[in-house]
């Protein structure tokens, strides 16, 4: 059940700042613009999420501010999705939302504010082409906030006051405020745009772009997004708002799509990839998967991603190696219920994807596991998405590994079923920095930990 009405709406004189409240009357974003600097705040239950902290996008050779305050509209959306797999059967998709012109006289912006139970958000649209350089969205925090840094998309995190942060902090940023609330703080709806990392500003953190963006007009910039709560597991349990300021399902059949547990084969061999699906039957396994090398070393320009060609320095020590007949073993894993998800690194990926999707999919192969892609800038952050929405033309779930972080785009295509972006098992972190995780990194979505079985490194 979906129910949404934007009207123009008295919401105030003009000028006068705006203010929306959630459905329940928790969370409140107020904007407004004075000196020709736009500004916006969010509260909780009457405490501060963020302080006065300034709006807007910055274009070359332009200042900062120049705004005023213009043409605005109110609406409210009472809705529920029900996701094709997951821990929540419904998701409840309700809020109040305000939006408004940023008047400037080279470069107006639409300013979209929503107030959901769960916390806010805030993106930008350009009413004219755009070439943007950087943002001048900032985020700061009442005294005594802490945040739990990490640096790298694979690194440890770090409980620090959030003025000690330094440049480049990853997303999402998990906030504990001195009044008792917490609040991450990532993005949602990155398909076309530079990825957010977060950076000292203006007495707190500003959003620093991996490089510059530009568009048509109507170009919509990610979600600025808040998860708030009173205490850590709300976080968590109140992720799903990075999944509703995603467009709804793009997929009309989603019955193909199987979420499950996989093994990892690493023997590159067709022996030992018979048994990982008897392995995978007796454990109730969904997957098996060829881990990198079963076309070749993986960081060879030249390997062919559409031949199987097992790479001789990972099989020499293996006594009886006997060779890899892939087909042969999609065979028999498909007769036993079992997907098999083949591993291919970005080199080939890049060169040879629109000829391995189809191909793939006349083998049987259930899935697609992407290797070290690149992230970062606008053209990286587009190839990526499009490369997930042609894997599901082809029927083909994806796991994407290393660098990146979702924003939330499984709710449009669900075939993206996990990610890494995550300091795994391979590092074989602490104790603390696994329990750290639920209430950090998941905040934004599903993590692949690359659990590693049976390793002398194990703790």
Not at 298 to 307: F, G, L, T
Not at 330 to 357: H, K, M, P, S
Not at 425 to 431: C, G, K, L, S, V
Request: net charge neutral.
């Amino acid at each position: 059940m979906k129910a949404f009405a934007m009207v123009a709406l008295a919401l105030g004189a003009a000028g006068a700042p705006v203010e929306t409240r959630s459905p329940d009357g928790a969370v409140s974003v107020r904007v407004e613009v004075r000196g020709g600097c736009a500004y916006y705040q969010i509260g909780y239950k009457g405490r501060a999420v963020v302080t006065e902290s300034r709006l807007g996008l910055q274009f070359a050779g332009e200042p900062e501010c120049g705004y005023h305050l213009g043409r605005r509209s109110a609406g409210r959306h009472r809705g529920e999705w029900r996701p094709p797999y997951g821990e929540r059967s419904v998701i409840p998709d309700r809020y109040n939302a305000a939006s408004m012109v940023l008047d400037h006289p080279r470069h107006p912006l639409r300013l979209d504010v929503r107030a959901y139970d769960e916390g806010a958000a805030l993106r930008y649209t350009c009413l004219k082409d755009c070439e943007i350089v950087a943002e001048a969205t900032a985020f700061r925090f009442p005294p005594g906030t802490l945040g739990w840094e990490e640096y790298g998309t694979e690194g440890e995190y770090a409980r620090v006051p959030v003025e000690a942060i330094q440049s480049k902090c990853e997303r999402p940023l998990t906030l504990e405020y001195a009044s008792g609330l917490f609040a991450s703080l990532t993005e949602a709806a990155l398909t076309d745009y530079p990825r957010m990392l977060l950076s000292p500003r203006q007495g707190g953190l500003g959003a620093a772009l991996d490089g510059p963006a530009s568009g048509k007009a109507g170009f919509q910039t990610p979600w600025r997004v808040f998860v708030v709560g009173e205490r850590p597991g709300d976080l968590l349990e109140r992720n799903y708002l990075v999944l509703n300021l995603n467009p709804p399902q793009a997929i009309a059949d989603a019955s193909w799509i199987k979420p499950g547990k996989a093994i990892r084969e690493v023997t590159l061999s067709t022996r030992g990839g018979k048994e990982c699906v008897d392995f995978a039957v007796k454990h109730n396994l969904q997957y098996v998967e060829y881990d990198a090398g079963w076309y070749g070393h993986e960081y060879d320009d030249a390997a062919d991603a559409s031949r199987v060609a097992p790479d001789p320095k990972r099989v020499a020590g293996i006594p009886d190696h006997g060779g890899l007949d892939l087909q042969e073993v999609i065979r028999y894993a498909r007769e036993r219920g079992v997907g098999v998800i083949l591993y291919v690194n970005r080199r080939a990926l890049e060169r040879q994807l629109d000829e391995i999707l189809p191909l793939y999919r006349r083998w049987g192969v259930s899935g697609v596991k992407f290797g070290f892609v690149q992230v970062g800038p606008q053209e990286w952050t587009r190839w990526l998405h499009e490369a997930v929405r042609k894997a599901a033309a082809h029927q083909l779930v994806i796991d994407i590994h290393d660098a990146y972080r979702p924003t939330g785009f499984s709710r449009t295509y669900p075939n993206l079923l996990t990610q890494e972006g995550i300091r795994g098992n391979e590092h074989m972190p602490t104790a603390r920095h696994n329990a750290t995780l639920p209430f950090t990194r998941f905040v934004a979505g599903a993590g692949d930990y690359t659990i590693c079985y049976y390793t002398p490194r194990l703790k």
